[in-house]
């Protein structure tokens, strides 16, 4: 099967908003579904270029769309004033989804009627792909997360978290190293120092965008009730980053009456980057294509 790659910088926006950046690749032919990507925090899109090269050849489309402040989207590294920034790239990201889905109707003379459309986010993003589609479900039949950071993985000492307050009121873009290194996010060691030397992947995180977060977090739980849209979670047991114990608890209060709890034995953050990840991606295709 031939894959048709496409990357770009979205233009002018509106407002204020700074320009972002997105890469996709679809089958050439078959499409049986369109997904789309929202990487973590200090990430970007083009680190998912395997995994969106693998979902092609199960006939699954893909978009990842670099948020502000990271990879190729402007803005100040790891940054934001307020949470609902990052949904209004997630709204880019459900335009894109939506325009593609569209076109390969189209393109196979199916009229107006898209094919199905889903939406991935893994750590950071996965919050705010949650977050998202608690917002609005939109076209989506379903949310795939990945290591979904709901909560750390280690408590923050109080009197770090009060110091984080107060810097996000005073000094809001402080940044303060995230402590994240390669050897945390996967077993393969050629991928943990790409990791480390990726000149797109900063060390630094925000005080303003870690308060911001936690109350992201908090609203998620509460109201994880409304998320009822088909869910699908994947978690490495031995994840050093994301709590699994928080991202149980949102999974939990999920109202979605199809939900899948995939757990990965000793598998550490980035569960699509750990040697295993193919299988995984194989799980997730099957998972796509059947609710489409």
């Not at 076209?139 to 990945?146: A, D, E, K, P």
């Amino acid at each position: 099967m031939s894959i048709e790659l496409d990357e770009a910088t979205l233009g002018k926006r509106a407002g204020d908003q700074p320009d972002l950046y997105y890469a996709s690749a679809m089958p050439s032919d078959g499409v049986k579904a369109v997904l789309g990507i929202i990487h973590g925090y200090a990430d970007h899109g083009a680190r998912y270029r395997h995994v969106m090269g693998a979902l092609a050849e199960h006939g699954i489309g893909s978009i990842a769309i670099d948020l502000r402040g990271h990879g190729r989207a402007l803005g100040p590294r790891g940054f934001c004033n307020r949470f609902d920034e990052f949904l209004d790239d997630a709204r880019e990201l459900r335009r894109l989804v939506d325009e593609r889905a569209r076109a390969v109707a189209r393109a196979r003379g199916e009229g107006t009627i898209p094919v199905p459309t889903f939406l991935f986010g893994h750590s950071f993003g996965g919050l705010v792909a949650t977050s998202s589609i608690l917002e609005s479900q939109g076209s989506f039949r379903g949310l795939v997360l990945s290591a979904p950071f709901f909560g750390l993985a280690l408590e923050v000492p109080r009197v770090k978290v009060a110091a984080g307050k107060l810097a996000s009121r005073l000094y809001p873009r402080l940044g303060l190293p995230s402590g994240l290194a390669g050897k945390d996010m996967t077993h393969d060691a050629e991928k943990a120092r790409a990791y480390d030397d990726d000149p797109l992947v900063f060390p630094n995180a925000t005080a303003r965008w870690f308060t911001e977060t936690v109350a992201a977090q908090e609203r998620a739980l509460a109201n994880a009730s409304r998320l009822t849209l088909p869910l699908y979670v994947t978690f490495g047991t031995g994840d050093k980053v994301a709590s699994m114990a928080a991202a149980k608890r949102v999974f939990a209060g999920a109202g979605s009456a199809d939900k899948t709890w995939d757990a990965r034995e000793g598998l550490y953050h980035e569960v699509l980057n750990e040697p295993s990840w193919k299988d995984l991606v194989e799980s997730i295709a099957r998972w796509i294509v059947t609710h489409a």
